[in-house]
């Protein structure tokens, strides 16, 4: 991966007037998308890995692309079990070393396994979004995180919940989306990587000299916020 990486551009110059729509509408009508029968596969093994752990905090990295975060991410809490997701087979089967103990990689569609997750109870303590995709396209808002129809599920679990983008608007559509769903207050703030990166889009923005944003929240478990189908 090269340093050199461009910044986001955008026509949009702050939210996005529909966020506040969309997110009205995720939140009054479910999500009706089939699961996915891979997804289905990939978290009953999931389930089976986290059974045989037997217990310890639950810790998300979604969309962690080759896994890096989710291995620096276990080295740091080794008391948790570390569940690293992305749909992409070619990024998790880059090697980047053993895996730890307490790390796992699946590849599946976090909006399945979001939905799986919280049907199955999960309550991770720590819910990671590294550097999702930006699509900074105004008209790809509901591919966005903060958009999409699967942001009650995802709030839902609860958590302690970190957003991290090389995109200042993303981060504050995302805190926005955040407090218009839960009430919860949320903010952007600036973020200065310590010595090691925690991911490689990590790495290679703050080589090329961008500045990174952040969102941390503390959310409660509440299934409530998906609408019954
Ligand atoms: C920009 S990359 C960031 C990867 C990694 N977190 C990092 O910072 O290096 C975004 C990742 O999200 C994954 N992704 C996007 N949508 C996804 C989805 N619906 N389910 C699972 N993974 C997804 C992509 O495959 C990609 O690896």
Redesign the pocket.
């Given at each position: 991966m090269t340093a050199r990486s461009r910044s986001i551009v955008s026509r949009q110059t702050g939210p996005h007037e529909d966020l506040a729509r969309r997110v009205a509408r995720a939140l009054a009508h479910p999500l009706r998308k089939p699961l996915a029968e891979h997804t289905r596969e990939a978290f009953a093994g999931a389930s089976d890995w986290l059974g045989r752990r037997g217990g310890g905090p639950l810790i998300l990295d979604a969309?962690?692309?080759v896994g890096l975060?989710t291995r620096r991410l276990a080295g740091r809490f080794p008391d948790a079990s570390v569940i690293g997701?992305?749909?992409?087979a070619d990024?998790l089967s880059r090697d980047h070393g053993r895996l730890p103990d307490n790390a796992l990689l699946v590849r599946?569609?976090?909006?399945d396994f979001w939905r799986l997750a919280l049907d199955a109870d999960w309550r991770p303590a720590g819910h990671y979004l590294?550097?999702?995709?930006p699509y900074p396209k105004a008209a790809h808002l509901k591919m966005r995180w903060q958009g999409h129809p699967v942001l009650p599920v995802m709030l839902a679990l609860g958590g302690r919940l970190e957003l991290r983008s090389n995109w200042r608007i993303y981060v504050e559509e995302f805190a926005l989306a955040v407090t218009q769903a839960t009430g919860v207050p949320a903010s952007a703030e600036p973020f200065v990587p310590g010595e090691t990166c925690l991911?490689?889009?990590?790495q290679k923005y703050h080589a090329s000299g961008q500045a990174l944003w952040r969102l941390v929240v503390e959310l409660p478990h509440d299934p409530g916020l998906v609408p019954a189908g």
């Open positions: 969309g962690c692309g975060s997701v992305d749909r992409s990024r599946a569609d976090l909006v590294l550097y999702p995709n991911t490689p889009f990590e």
